[in-house]
């Protein structure tokens, strides 16, 4: 590691126990203790007495002498010892002169419960930004506002900096939550469930401590061995990713945004951005950095218990255990979807089962132990998988039978558990009104053998250490940089797109769009300009000319060759082929003609040119473009193309700059990947030169990051290259 390198990580790691005065404080205060029985600043007391916090607790109210028989003090400078946090519970307008005063006092960290700053208007967000000011004058990090808090369970502090009113059991499993409602939702959730949690963290406004911020804290936080995030939003998504790809390399993140089944975003004027749904930019956060995402926060904390108590498979292949037929098949069925495999058993392992187990038992991939089958025989064939080298994990049907010792079974399971050599997941079929069962359950649990009630809930939470398996061993790569581009011909091109009368620059000027000008004038380059750009970074294009009257059209049509296409080109037409602006296999120059002329009376547009192409008709068509995002590196699409795109909808996005690998599983993972291949004695497309055009087409957009949409619709892909026949860029 050189020098730079190690002060950059030098710098992270002071950034994260810099949270150690929110996180593990030893005294707090309480500016706005009221001894109002159901107020935040009562509650937030009666939360930290009851749960048990090890340090001092300061109430600050200047009328009360005690509050819940604590003594409280005018002011902070009125307590004595030093203060780690403090809790702000007053009105927002007097926020900033306490955040000052902590600032004198040499308080390190805020929690700031108190609402009405920027979700209030203009006047909120300029009482935010007083505060903040102070804060960072001052050195101190504010959390929130408008927020809970923080809880954390460790027995060493019990700091239950928050007014929610659920007590979670220390456990590894750490939230962060944007929203407090969800975010206490999950939290109760894992209770019932009887899950611990570690620490737990909802920041509301998250004007300064964010959530990338949170999840570094847990990053290093070697009792966090699960993060669960629910988000509706990032202010900073580069921030976030940088955070969540180093984070999720060591631990597995289970998240889960709101509004992410949102039908899609307005029409838009090119088809990647109205194929881009509102919210796909998260999804595609999530896959970048090895985040996993879920729809479903129950599966969400089912699969965190899993994440909590078992190793990371090293594979796909999973044995299976059972003691009754049918949840095996259940379970086998959601294992399979998720992408595990069952493999046969070696002949050592049958012939070690046939001596161990009952004659009627099943020998196989399930082992089925049968209903009467007890302590014994589960703990053969669970060392039998644990020795199987062909067996990655394992997942185990356990019904309490009344005839057999199911406490014997249980202990069995949990001593083969507590090896760690291979991750287990239980589905445990009992009636828990029975005392019995509920002992074996109890002996499960404190095992840490993650137990569930359906066989689908437990193959899913293995799909989930499973899929973490996948995503911490994917290796990307990195994207490619082609060295035949002409970036500085590209940039020529992008400046001189810009129309004088969109930007109120008068011809002939001197004067030099800027970048505002360029986001509140957008607009779609001319065809010869679009087709110039994609050449100077080695995209293919179909051979082309563009004429501005019938003759010079002609002329152009039989320099390429017949048959041709003509297009209507004009800034104002930007879907030619919806509008009659589009004539293809043009086979002579009559038919040129012809077509020129009736294009001349029907579009009525002062720049009419008209664009000769080179007609490749029987290729597969496909599409790829991009649509830039706020604060986010552009999405690349890449899917079935033509007519029918918006249809069909059957394309994939990926972040850029997009990898060979990226690119790679664009092809393969479209809904009609098999067509790539040839169907039914068609050939299949190079799929090759389909990849270098992605990457090309990233790198493109990354250098040039003013291109706002781009559709390249569609790309023709034969059986030895691939051309692109039609495009529009937007800047």
């Known amino acids: 590691m050189n020098t730079a390198e190690t002060k950059i990580k030098k710098e992270s790691i002071n950034a994260v126990h810099e949270l150690d005065s929110l996180f593990k404080p030893k005294s707090i205060a309480i500016i706005g203790a009221s001894s109002k029985e159901l107020s935040i600043g009562n509650v937030i007391i009666k939360n930290l007495v ?307 187990q009952l004659p009627e038992a099943t020998i196989g991939n399930p082992i089925d132990v049968v209903a009467t089958g007890g302590g014994k025989h589960f703990r053969s064939a669970l060392d039998v998988l644990m020795e199987e080298d062909t067996i990655d994990s394992i997942f185990i049907n356990f019904v309490s039978a009344p005839f057999t010792d199911t406490d014997d079974v249980a202990r069995n399971i949990v001593e083969v558990n507590k090896m760690k050599r291979k991750p287990i997941v239980c589905n445990f079929m009992t009636n828990m009104s029975i005392d019995r069962f509920k002992v074996t359950a109890k002996i499960l649990k404190d095992g840490g053998v993650p137990c569930y009630s359906f066989p689908t809930t437990a193959a899913k939470a293995l799909g989930a250490l499973y899929k973490y398996h996948k995503v911490r061993s994917r290796n990307i790569g990195e994207a490619k940089i082609f060295a035949d581009i002409n970036k500085s011909k590209a940039a020529e091109i992008l400046n001189s797109g810009f129309r004088n009368k969109d930007l109120g620059i008068k011809k002939n000027s001197t004067q030099i769009p800027n970048p505002e000008s360029q986001i509140l004038n957008p607009h779609f380059l001319t065809s010869d300009k679009v087709y110039s750009l994609l050449a100077a970074y080695g995209i293919p294009v179909a051979d082309w000319r563009l004429a501005d009257d019938v003759e010079k059209t002609i002329k152009a049509a039989n320099e390429i060759g017949y048959p041709v296409v003509i297009k209507a080109d004009a800034a104002s037409l930007v879907h030619k082929s919806d509008l009659g602006g589009v004539a293809v296999n043009l086979k002579n120059s009559d038919e040129v003609r012809s077509v020129v002329e009736n294009m001349k009376k029907k579009f009525d547009a002062e720049d009419l040119k008209f664009f000769v192409q080179k007609f490749l008709p029987g290729g597969r068509e496909l599409i790829a473009g991009i649509s830039a995002q706020r604060d986010l590196e552009p999405l690349i699409m890449f899917g079935i193309g033509g007519i029918y795109v918006e249809v069909l909808k059957d394309v994939v996005f990926k972040i850029a700059p997009v990898t060979e690998v990226e690119a790679e599983e664009m092809l393969s993972s479209i809904k009609a990947s098999k067509l790539l291949d040839g169907v039914r004695g068609e050939k299949g497309i190079h799929k090759q030169s389909v990849i270098e055009i992605i990457q090309r087409l990233s790198q493109l957009v990354t250098d040039f990051p003013e291109i706002q949409e781009m559709d390249l619709n569609p790309i023709m892909a034969f059986e030895d290259k691939a051309f692109v026949v039609d495009a529009r860029i937007k800047i």
């Not at 975003?265 to 996993?292: N, P």
């Not at 994440?307 to 086998?332: H, L, S």
């Open 50 to 356: 009851h749960y048990g916090y090890t340090g001092k607790i300061y109430p600050i109210n200047p009328k009360e002498p005690e509050i819940r028989g604590i003594k409280a003090y005018t002011s902070i400078f009125d307590v004595p010892d030093n203060i780690d946090l403090a809790h702000v519970i007053i009105p927002n307008k007097f926020v900033p002169q306490i955040i000052e005063d902590c600032g004198k006092k040499g308080i390190k960290s805020v929690i700031i419960n108190s609402a009405g700053f920027s979700e209030m208007g203009e006047e909120g967000i300029a009482l935010q930004k007083a505060f903040l000011a102070k804060a960072k004058e001052y050195g101190v990090r504010i959390f929130g506002p408008n927020c809970q808090g923080i809880i954390n369970t460790d027995p060493a502090f019990k700091a239950y900096c928050d007014f929610t009113f659920t007590f979670p059991e220390p456990g590894a499993i750490s939230i962060a939550a944007l929203s407090g409602g969800v975010g206490a939702f999950i939290m109760q959730s894992l209770f019932d469930l009887e899950i611990g949690m570690r620490m737990y963290a909802s920041n509301g406004n998250a004007c300064d401590i964010s959530i990338s911020d949170v999840l570094k804290y847990y990053g290093e936080d070697e009792g966090t061995k699960a993060i669960i995030l629910y988000t509706e939003g990032f202010k900073n998504p580069r921030e976030f990713m940088e955070t969540a790809k180093s984070v999720s390399r060591k631990k597995p993140i289970l998240a889960m945004k709101s509004g992410r089944t949102e039908a899609g975003a307005k029409a838009a004027a090119s088809h990647t951005g109205s194929l881009a749904g509102v919210d796909i930019a998260t999804e595609l956060i999530f896959e970048k950095t090895g985040v996993l995402a879920f729809n479903n926060e129950e599966e969400m904390c089912q699969a965190a218990m899993a994440f909590a108590t078992q190793p990371i498979p090293k594979g796909n292949r999973v044995g299976i255990i059972t003691n009754t037929g049918g949840p095996a098949v259940i379970a086998t069925d959601e294992l399979v979807s998720a992408g595990l495999v069952l493999p046969p058993l070696s002949e050592r392992a049958v012939t070690i089962l046939k001596e161990t």
